[in-house]
């Protein structure tokens, strides 16, 4: 069995060879793969039965002759999971996530590499050139490891960090270029055509259409289990009503669809699903020009979000392929903003346990959107693509103030039984009442210094003095649980203020940390010996010593009662 590459321009059929970029007719990059679907179709649905649930199970439909096991990191075969609390929230239960994140490196890409990367390898290539928004660079990264190909990863400099540094520690060589996903892409370009050096091409290139493409067909055996046999006679498996994936070049809604029209083709199912393409307003060229009903997209060549897993301006040629098959199976373009994603992968996650990546949540506040406008109605089944790295997304989505602190007792302290301890250490992280803390410094960024340090870290209701005498006024007036005291002060110095505090029985327990960026006389040093609890010289501790001794006071003051 074998299949062959034919021109979508000319109709010139060629075999295929992955370095071969176009038509040999026309010169057309835009080609696509054909199986002999007859031959395949009498024998799959038996051929397939026992194998493995990953995406070579599909082998026959795959460009690649005899893919490689040691390549294999366990592409495809993720999980199709219900989605039943948003459901009922919804009023559609019918609602199921494609589980991509349960990918290798966590993300569809991986799809595209493991089958790019076979390919290659087959071809005796060994070496490529790929432009990303990230996620492509690092699936590639890791199957080119393996496979002992090198990667040249060209990104945007605001892909994030976290994510250029996962490309690197699998081998890639990242090349960070400060300017557009488009200018990115030309620059790649251009260095792999100087040095002859394989190119991902995006939905140009055959293997990554044909490695999407697996995701549907994954979801047609995937629903026919969830939801039973499909009711048309002589048919073998289920499709959705709708599949909702944020896009970007657009090549995953290409793959797939081609995916779900073959395997209507053969016979297995008797629908196509409608396709939801959302993209993130902010640069939305698809978007727009399907609501002026335009045949090709303007280029969108300032990308206004911070989801830059999505900001490719200038869709080219996809933009006309999507549309035509949008028109005949009744898909929709939408976009949404940055914020409503975020809402919507916080909801997702409060809802579903699910944490996925901004352009995930992109997909979903999609998804939202056309429930609220009854484009996608209660009955549909619905299957949204969800994928994604989430570290990079928790400050935007969280904000502040996402977390509390427990620090218990030290062991030693046996003075009072432990749960006493671990009471007042919950009672800490109570928010009707946050540690009170005094920063008394002369200096105003070393004041601010330390509240930057605990804020980042722990939530604190601040007070600051800059001279001796309003650091006693404070102490008086506002009742703090700690002071941290600077020693050299206008007005009245630290050791002054400390000899105050011990003789007054009622500020006398107040926990102290001295912080001084001076050294201290050996005669210095016994006036405070007894008199604080920590000393700490400034610029010479880390922020977490300084969260840790303030942590490790207020819960000692908590049990003595000093609150
Ligand atoms: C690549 C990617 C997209 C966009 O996919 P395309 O089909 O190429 O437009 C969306 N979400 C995530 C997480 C991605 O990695
Ligand atoms: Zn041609």
Not at 193 to 208: F, K, M, P, V
Not at 283 to 307: F, G, K, L, S, Y
Not at 423 to 429: E, I, Q
Not at 517 to 541: S, V, W, Y
């Amino acid at each position: 069995m074998s299949f062959t590459i034919r021109c979508m321009d000319c109709g010139h059929t060629t075999p295929y060879h992955p370095g071969d970029i176009d038509c040999p007719n026309c010169k057309s990059q835009w080609r696509e793969a054909l199986y002999p679907y007859e031959e395949i179709a009498s024998s799959f649905p038996q051929d397939i039965a026992q194998r493995r649930f990953d995406l070579w199970r599909y082998r026959e439909l795959l460009p690649v002759h005899n893919p490689l096991p040691i390549l294999k990191l366990g592409e495809g075969g993720t999980p199709l999971i219900q989605a039943a609390n948003v459901g009922l929230m919804l009023s559609c239960p019918n609602i199921f996530i494609k589980d991509e994140r349960q990918s290798p490196t966590a993300s569809f890409k991986d799809r595209q590499a493991a089958v790019t990367i076979a390919a290659l390898k087959e071809a005796g290539i060994t070496e490529m050139v790929a432009a990303s928004t990230g996620n492509v660079a690092i699936s590639y990264s890791a199957y080119a490891a393996r496979a002992g190909i090198k990667l040249w990863a060209f990104v945007t400099s605001l892909v994030p960090a976290l994510k250029m540094r996962e490309i690197a520690l699998y081998g890639g060589q990242v090349i960070k270029v400060t300017g557009t996903y488009d200018q990115v892409k030309q620059i790649a370009t251009e260095f792999a055509e100087q040095r002859g050096l394989y190119l991902d091409r995006g939905a140009r290139t055959i293997t990554s259409i044909e490695a999407m493409k697996t995701i549907a067909y994954e979801i047609a055996e995937q629903l026919t289990e969830e939801l039973g046999p499909p009711e048309e006679p002589g048919t073998l498996w289920r499709t959705p009503t709708w599949y909702i994936q944020s896009i970007s070049g657009g090549m995953g809604p290409v793959g797939v669809s081609k995916g779900f029209r073959e395997m209507a083709r053969m016979g297995f199912t008797r629908q196509v699903p409608a396709i939801a393409a959302i993209q993130a307003e902010g640069c939305a060229p698809m978007v727009h020009a399907w609501r002026e009903d335009r045949e090709e997209a303007e280029a969108v060549t300032n990308p206004q979000t911070h989801i830059e897993t999505l900001a490719t301006g200038t869709p080219g040629r996809v933009y006309p392929i999507l549309r035509k098959i949008f028109k005949e199976d009744r898909g929709v373009f939408e976009s949404v903003t940055d914020e409503e994603a975020y809402q919507a992968m916080h909801t997702l996650a409060k809802m579903e346990g699910i944490s996925a990546e901004p352009a995930a949540g992109v997909a979903f506040a999609g998804l939202f959107k056309l429930i609220h406008a009854g484009i996608i109605t209660p009955s549909d089944v619905i299957v949204v693509n969800c994928t994604g790295h989430t570290m990079p997304a928790e400050p935007l989505v969280l904000g502040s103030g996402w977390a509390r602190s427990i620090i218990l007792p030290r062991k030693e302290e046996k003075s009072k039984p432990q749960e006493e301890g671990l009471l007042a250490a919950l009672n800490r992280v109570a928010p009707d009442r946050f540690p009170r803390i005094l920063i008394a410094d002369d200096a105003a960024d070393a004041r601010c210094l330390v509240r930057r340090i605990l804020q980042s870290q722990g939530e604190y209701i601040f007070f600051e003095a800059a001279n001796g005498r309003e650091t006693l006024d404070l102490v008086y007036k506002e009742h703090p649980d700690l002071l941290i005291l600077d020693l050299m002060m206008p007005e009245m110095d630290g050791f002054a203020v400390l000899d105050n505090l011990k003789t007054d029985p009622k500020t006398a327990e107040l926990p102290v940390i001295v912080s001084t960026a001076k050294e201290l006389t050996r005669d210095e040093k016994n006036r405070l010996q007894g008199q604080i609890q920590a000393l700490m010289q400034k610029g010479g501790f880390m922020s977490d010593a300084l969260f840790e001794e303030v942590q490790a006071l207020l819960v000692t003051g908590d049990k003595n009662g000093s609150s």
